[in-house]
């Protein structure tokens, strides 16, 4: 691995797509290798551990969903999937076969390089045992389970804490709904959205300065939540 | 001749008998008291009685057995079959043979009533099943009458299917029979016109019960199918039951033909196929497009990003112009697959409680291109009850009322978006300062390629966007509504959702 230029496998089978993601990617100081279809992806991952994977669920040998299946069973690599719209449902499968994130199709640069940096991050952050996210005015002390406001903490209730706390390991991705109600409330409650909106609710209260728009603790519709990374700037494309 | 022996049965012999008696009981009490003539004539009332009730065996029983009575109890020498006296002899031998005679008449009158009786019903059946014909408007009219008419003719359970419809299987079901699975097969292949109209097959179910299946007219598969449970039937009645089948079907045929069904039902079925063809069309152009689309979106946004670009602001400005059309192109794209989606009623939402912020905010972020440089004005209540929706359909619906307000208003003037409470329901509007509307457009607003005459040669669009937020809303048991106070002074566009119960209510879960 080479902190300097990580190292991303980009697969999709159409080649314009990986012509413009080599580009993107090579501007931004990522080093790039391809591969067209599932198979060539996993033997690429065995060959040459990448730090990133952008995956594109059509793929014309093997699903998609299965390259991740068997890329999970011995991989941690981060995992972008290249999604298309109107399937909320699959992405939140992908999201729980250990998907890092997703883009849909058609997407912008930004966004993608916005998903890419921050599962990188997190992958980083796991390794160097960093403790404290800051997003924005907030800051998340993991290790001393505290969360701050300007530099004011914030007296949050247990549950609050650890909803914050998993968005903060996460921090820039997305989070699923399934997810958050299993970890927090556990399994039982994992249809239960009811109870995550209103936790939410009191959550932004307490950290967005606007609790109707919020900046820091974002939605993403159908899918999940995402904390947002410092200064992320996401070009959201019209789709 | 139908007057057999069966009718009375067993039953019938032994209710004849006990008729036999009880006279021979009757007479041996008057005998007592009077001096009494030769008596077996008496015994013809049982005979008659029996033949008349209970058909010819019984009749002849009870003459016999009354024969045997006389002889026994009444003619000397009493309690022996002997009889002496040669008149007395004849006498009996002519009670039997009048009591056979007028038995065999008199169950034969009763057969004939019978019969009768099942003529009128059927002609009864049968008149009401042509003036049903003749007043049928539509097929399912006729189905319905045939089956029903089936029905009571054949006593036992009738399925009719009506035209198959292309790519469903069998059609329309009249009649509510269960079917075994082995009938239910054979109707199905009958359906996908692997049979000969012309042919009827007898299916049996597996229990030994005989279905009879057919097409309704022998000529084409157009007018349906027809399922008959035969029962455990002799081959005889089996013939009997296709005989009466056959003439009720040649009748409702003709009717079918004659209203120029089969016509209407097979253009009926062009058109569906059309419909489906131009849709299967649209939906894979449109993702046939999407494709490259998505290359060249991406290429741009890098192009964009690009120091190089970004040095010389006129190649920006024209790497911006490839972006923003796409984005344009890719749009106009969306909304056709969208459109697709709802024809073929491949929208299925999945419902979940969901915050109105959330949508609120998601379909501003998700055109922010578009509505860029744009004054957007938003105030959402505080605290607005949950929805309990599929959001993203939501989303979509409050962007194409986004989208009709900013294109139908001046750039320079302001979109106003509110989320209030309003009774039972959440209300999100779009308020612009734009072309308002004419009461005619306000009326069409939301039909499916409607533009108004005003817009259609000033504005782009495609008529598709408020049908498909329409569509949408409707999936999720909302609905929009448009006001305007007039031409050219701005439109207000509400979206209303039901708040269902718990949607305000803020549960305390926070216990550990």
Redesign the interface.
Known sequence: MNELAPAVLVVDDEIQIRRFLRAGFELEGYSVSEAENGNEAIRATTLRPADLVILDLALPDIDGANVLQRLRAWSTVPVIVLSVRSSEAEKVRLLELGADDYVVKPFGMAELLARAKAALRRQARGSSGESAITVDRLRIDLAARAVFLDDERLTLTPKEYRLLQILAQHAGNVVTHQQLLKDVWGQPHVDDTHYLRIFVRKLRKKIESDPNRPRILLTELGVGYRLALPGEVINRMTN | MRAGASPGGWRGIVWSLGLVALVTVALMILRRLFELPPVAITFLIPVLVSAIRWGTLAAIVSATAGAATSAYFFYRPFHSFHVDDPARMLGLLLYVTVAVVAGYLAARMRGEAALARKQEIEIRDLYAFSRRLASAKAASDIFEAIHQHLSSLVGRKVALFGPAKPGRGAGEHFGDAEMPGRVREAVMAATAGEVDPATATVVDDGTGNLWLIRAVSPKSLDFGIVAIDLGQRSKETEEDIRAQVDAVLADATTTLEHLGLANAISEARMRTETERFREALIGSVSHEL??????I???T??LC???AVQREHRLLALANVVREEA?RL??DI?NL?DAT?ISSKGLQP?F????P???V??AL??????LAGREID?E?L??LP?VYV???LI?QALGQILDNAAKYSSPTTSIRLAGRRDNGEVVLSVSDDGAGLTPDERARLGQRFFRGDRQINNTPGSGLGLWIANAFLAANGGCFEATSIGEGRGTTVSIRLPIPD?GGA??S??H?
């Open positions: 999407r494709t490259p689309l998505a290359s979106l991406g290429a946004t890098v990003n690009a120091q984005e890719n749009y969306q697959l989606r999945k979940e409680w969901a915050e912020a959330d949508i905010n998601t972020e998700r055109r922010r291109n578009r938003v959402l505080d605290e949950l599929d959001a993203v989303e718990g803020s549960a879960l926070d550990e």
